[in-house]
């Protein structure tokens, strides 16, 4: 039993030194003085920002929830600019795939391990730290005195601030302790002024994010409304359009995080995303915020609109989450979102690829959408074949007595398919599954194509260039039939193994 005790607490101890690493500051060397970074709630780190700008999935996977970045970085101000030296983490998606790998110590790595890479200027060959141009916005350091002596230094006795465009270090305004109490109590100081402009700043830009990450976006889908969920590596839908950079939004970036953040309101019809409308939220409380609405013509020009006033959002792709639900009061009195349905959604410039629903579809919406641009015989009698993983993607509709099938069975299928291979190069030496959805109407035409297989990256991409080649398929369809033998519109799937660029296997139900 005591020996039980002891390695308990040997472990404690172990989990708790490396929660207590894991929490642990990025730091910042300036003439040969060394600082640590705070990252406030809900900011993103100058590293997450890289991520957030390019669009790139972080690989970092943090595994104790004080702190979500998963990673500490080595910074170094040099002639004005703010340069990544290394990256230090634990957890982490290798180069080779997608599988986490634990080291068990401390990884440092210099930033073009993660691919880490300056976003304006070309990276000089042969140098491992980067320039952090993608970065804009204020840090707050903390002196870190490396002896007795550096702690007596007027640094040690408050907090450095640096205002930072494009990487590089516009102001670096020294606060000390006495003087952020007096800025607190609203001290009337010319000195104080300049000190007051940085903390103002700060506050504007931490404003900013809070708004990003408490607010969602409203979504209208035929007769419903609901909320997109908040994406971690990501400010909002619309700012996307600006590459998730704040002062791409306005000439003025300080201006415009005071101004407030700017959220879309979305329309899903037929197979498009559409905006209808942008609004900008300010208020510092992050419940509740004053809503302005913006000239949405002046915004988009000079893209033309929709003939209702609406813009296809061609820069939006990936895979998104719409909750729908009602806004209520909880207990104290906050605003408190219960969803009763959910619809995922992978989306590529725009256009709808695949929308499902759970717990149960929206019926009379999601046949519609089924049926956007393909004609079906009867929208309120579409059946399908038994799959679970179509019946994820598409919804669930009742079985018919027969499923489609292809003329000539599937032997003359498969030679169509080995003699259209995937020609792209990538998919040379690769081996992977492909499952495409369709429905064939009941005069025996296919239409309505989706990819329901899982695969992101290359693999997604991939899938969409099967399918592209499934469009081209000679139409040979035998409709499916009811249990009177009357030929019905009916979802079908078509499944692959590509191996090394060759459609083999190819099948249905």
Known sequence: MKRCIIIFLCVLSFSISHAQKDQDSDTLAINGLNYTVTVDRNVPSVV????????????????????SRGHIAKFEVLDNSLYLLSVEAKRYRTRMGNLWTESGIDTVVSPDYFYIKPIYEEQPIGQD???????????????????????????????????????????????????????????????????????????????????????????????????????????????????????????????????????GTWLIRNDSLLLVSVNLHKGEDPYRYDSVAQNLFEIMAPELPYLDGTFLADWISGDYVVHYGLWQSNSFGLPDYTVSKTQKLRIKNGVILSSSFSPSSFDEDSMALAASHFPICNESSVYSVDDRQLAETVGNFRKPKANPA????????????????????????????????????????????????????????????????????????????????????????????????????????
């Open 129 to 263: 730290y980067v320039v952090c141009d993608w970065f804009s916005g204020v840090l707050e350091l903390t002196f870190l005195p490396a002896d007795k002596k550096q702690q007596r230094l007027d640094e040690a006795k408050g907090h450095r601030y640096l205002l930072i465009t494009d990487g590089r270090v516009e102001k670096s305004v020294f606060v000390s302790n006495e003087d952020r109490n007096s800025i607190d109590k609203g001290v009337d100081n010319h000195r104080l002024k300049p000190l007051y402009e940085i903390l103002s700043v700060r506050k504007q830009s931490m404003d900013f994010y809070n708004r990003c990450a408490y607010d969602r976006e409203r979504v209208l889908f035929g007769t419903h409304e609901g909320l997109f969920e908040h994406r971690a590596n990501s400010l909002t839908l619309f700012t996307q359009r600006y590459g998730n950079d704040p002062k791409m939004w306005d000439s003025d970036w300080i201006d415009a995080i005071g101004k407030g953040a700017p959220f």
């Open 406 to 509: 292809y003329k000539g069975e599937k032997g003359s299928l498969r030679t169509w398919f080995l003699n259209h291979p995937l020609t792209d190069q990538r998919a040379q030496d690769r081996l992977f599954r492909v499952r495409i959805a369709f429905i064939v109407n009941c005069k025996g035409e296919a239409g309505n194509w989706q990819v329901i297989s899982k695969g992101k990256g290359e693999l997604f991409e991939f899938a969409n260039m099967v399918m592209e080649i499934v469009k081209k398929l000679p139409q040979r369809w035998t409709p499916a039939t009811d249990k009177k033998g009357n030929p019905v519109d009916c979802w079908q799937i078509l499944e692959f193994t590509v191996s090394n660029g060759s459609l083999t296997n190819a099948n249905y139900k």
């Open 48 to 67: 997450s920002v890289w991520f957030q700008r390019t669009g790139k999935p972080s690989p970092f996977n943090f595994w104790s929830s004080s702190n």
